[in-house]
């Protein structure tokens, strides 16, 4: 099995590539691409969609056979919601940095649907707030199962130092709807301050596969099944970015039996 856990390779231009090829898996994609003012980024989306996501900066897009202008406001993942495009597949793209850029492409199979390229602005999705206690956690849907898309399931989370996340521990590797859908799904870390680290674990009921690790500031994560929870060191609060896609487009978890009195208590 591929290293679930991915480090950025350089400071500049794509420094993040996960591919279903090498992930070894189906269906989810991602890249991290950090651009100067300037700088462009360009691709085809072939045969998959795409959800650009500006993490932090601003930029000039293209794409889909629209001009979507300069968009953008927050300088670091922790300042407010994002600013988003969705591509269908059979669509070209560019980006360019007007400021520091962090730009996460997000990919998915595209199913041939006609869905048009759109701009998917702040407060599209208000923040929710999700847990209590030390389990409380800040999320903003990008792209959920209730807005159109082919495959993509995008959200980005932010976990207060000293929190957990995606806890109780839950998986989604099972096609069994409506009780579990199948998703594969990645995490983009960031640690604010960015010396910081956080604790993710991935394992199966099994144990088959069972593997903990440090994430540092920059870090991607896979999850090719089992359970995944997080857990934000105090004094740091922990930004993610998810990506899932599988065979259907909805979210059903299923929490692991041991841990389920935790949202009963």
Same mark, same amino acid.
């Given at each position: 099995?591929?290293?679930?856990?991915?480090?950025?390779?350089?400071?500049?231009?794509?420094?993040?590539?996960? !591919?279903?090829?090498?992930?070894? +898996?189906?269906? =989810?994609?991602?890249?991290?691409?950090?651009?100067?003012?300037?700088?462009? &980024?360009?691709?085809?989306?072939?045969?998959?969609?795409?959800?650009?996501?500006?993490?932090?900066?601003?930029?000039? =897009?293209?794409?889909?056979?629209?001009?979507?202008?300069?968009?953008?406001?927050?300088? #670091?993942?922790?300042?407010?919601?994002?600013?988003?495009?969705?591509?269908?597949?059979? &669509?070209?793209?560019? /980006?360019? $940095?007007?400021?520091?850029?962090?730009?996460? /492409?997000? #990919?998915?199979?595209?199913?041939?649907?006609?869905?048009? &390229?759109?701009?998917?602005?702040?407060?599209?999705?208000?923040?929710?707030?999700?847990?209590?206690?030390?389990?409380?956690? %800040? /999320?903003?849907?990008?792209?959920?199962?209730?807005?159109?898309?082919?495959? *993509?399931?995008?959200?980005?989370?932010?976990?207060?130092?000293?929190?957990? #996340?995606?806890?109780?521990?839950?998986?989604?590797?099972?096609?069994?709807?409506?009780?579990?859908? *199948?998703?594969?799904?990645?995490? @983009?870390?960031? *640690?604010?301050?960015?010396?910081?680290?956080?604790?993710?674990?991935? @394992? !199966?009921?099994?144990?088959?596969?069972?593997? &903990?690790?440090?994430?540092?500031?920059?870090?991607?994560?896979?999850?090719?099944?089992?359970?995944?929870?997080?857990? $934000?060191?105090?004094? %740091?609060?922990? @930004?993610?970015?998810?990506?899932?896609?599988?065979?259907?487009?909805? +979210?059903?978890?299923?929490?692991?039996?041991?841990?389920? +009195?935790?949202?009963?208590?």
């Amino acid at each position: 099995m591929p290293n679930l856990k991915v480090k950025p390779q350089g400071t500049s231009g794509r420094v993040v590539s996960v !591919t279903p090829q090498s992930a070894g +898996w189906t269906y =989810v994609g991602f890249e991290l691409w950090k651009l100067r003012p300037g700088e462009t &980024a360009a691709e085809k989306t072939g045969e998959r969609e795409v959800c650009l996501v500006l993490v932090s900066g601003r930029a000039k =897009v293209l794409g889909g056979g629209e001009d979507f202008g300069e968009i953008g406001e927050r300088m #670091s993942p922790f300042e407010g919601a994002p600013y988003a495009v969705y591509m269908p597949a059979g &669509a070209e793209w560019s /980006v360019e $940095a007007t400021t520091e850029l962090e730009l996460a /492409v997000c #990919s998915a199979p595209g199913t041939g649907g006609k869905l048009p &390229a759109r701009l998917i602005a702040p407060g599209t999705n208000p923040q929710i707030t999700r847990g209590t206690g030390t389990n409380t956690r %800040y /999320v903003t849907n990008i792209l959920p199962e209730t807005d159109p898309a082919d495959s *993509l399931l995008v959200v980005e989370v932010i976990t207060p130092g000293g929190h957990t #996340s995606s806890y109780p521990p839950h998986k989604h590797d099972t096609d069994n709807l409506p009780h579990e859908s *199948l998703l594969e799904e990645t995490y @983009y870390h960031r *640690l604010n301050p960015p010396q910081g680290f956080g604790f993710q674990r991935v @394992y !199966t009921d099994d144990r088959s596969l069972d593997e &903990a690790m440090v994430v540092e500031d920059g870090d991607v994560t896979l999850v090719p099944r089992g359970y995944h929870p997080v857990a $934000a060191t105090h004094g %740091y609060d922990l @930004y993610y970015l998810n990506v899932m896609a599988g065979p259907k487009r909805t +979210w059903k978890f299923y929490n692991a039996p041991e841990h389920e +009195w935790l949202v009963k208590a």
